[in-house]
């Protein structure tokens, strides 16, 4: 247990429909991040958040929509995808200050399988 | 644009051997780095965290270094075990950006 908790765990959905996947933290960082990890490829920066503010958004579509309420939550609001969109996504939370962050912490992520 | 490759991309020992696998960055001005582990399909594990005013971090069997002059970063394994299979990954802060992996298999 990490501290950084993801759901749901597994999630297939059709191109058609909208769901969202959930992360949550309660070890008082200030900054969340979502990564995509697709098969054989290296982890894609998509999101990250400070204080609630976004503060990098790595050239991602538009059917991927972030928001995160408060320091605490964070969720990725997914509609119209496709099927190279399915992957591992992951969320990470740190805290960022200006010598640099503290330890970072994953999530489980959620497996996304779009048919 | 930020750059993180890590060598070598595979590796297979059997039990006992020590190890080393090397992350390296183009970004000189970095602040930290960190190196993790993944089992398939879960997240990601943190094992240690560099600052950047400190040059090595030490954790049970694990040794890592940072030189940021030269732009590297080297995780020592010692005396490998088969629990030891996983992919290893190292990012560096800020933004976390993640090099390619390691993906490292111990044989009894």
């Known amino acids: 247990e990490t501290g950084v908790t993801q759901t749901p765990r597994h999630l297939v959905m059709g191109m058609t429909n909208k769901k969202s996947l959930k992360c949550e933290q309660h070890?008082?960082?200030?900054?969340m991040y979502w990564y995509k990890q697709s098969a054989k490829k290296p982890l894609e920066l998509m999101f990250v958040?400070?204080?609630?503010?976004?503060?990098e958004n790595n050239s991602v579509p538009s059917r991927f929509s972030p928001e995160c309420p408060n320091s605490s939550h964070l969720f990725l609001h997914l509609h119209t995808l496709q099927p190279e969109d399915s992957a591992l996504y992951l969320c990470?939370?740190?805290?960022?200050?200006?010598?640099?962050?503290?330890?970072?912490?994953f999530g489980q992520g959620t497996r996304l399988t779009v048919v | 644009k930020q750059e993180v490759t890590q060598i070598p991309a595979a590796l297979s020992v059997p039990e006992g051997e020590n190890l080393v696998l090397n992350c390296s960055f183009t970004?000189?001005?970095?602040?930290?780095l960190q190196w993790f582990r993944q089992d398939p399909g879960k997240g990601l594990t943190s094992l240690l965290l560099?600052?950047?005013?400190?040059r090595e971090q030490t954790s049970g069997r694990l040794n890592a270094s940072l030189d940021k002059s030269s732009g590297r970063s080297t995780l020592y394994i010692a005396a490998s075990q088969p629990g030891d299979s996983a992919t290893y990954l190292c990012?560096?802060?800020?933004?976390?950006?993640f090099g390619t992996g390691t993906r490292l298999q111990v044989f009894p």
């Open positions: 560099i600052q950047s005013s400190q």
């Open positions: 970004d000189s001005a970095i602040y930290n």
């Open positions: 958040y400070n204080f609630k503010e976004q503060t």
């Open positions: 070890l008082g960082h200030n900054a």
């Open positions: 990012a560096y802060t800020d933004k976390l950006i």
């Open positions: 990470a939370s740190s805290h960022q200050h200006r010598q640099g962050d503290t330890e970072a912490f």
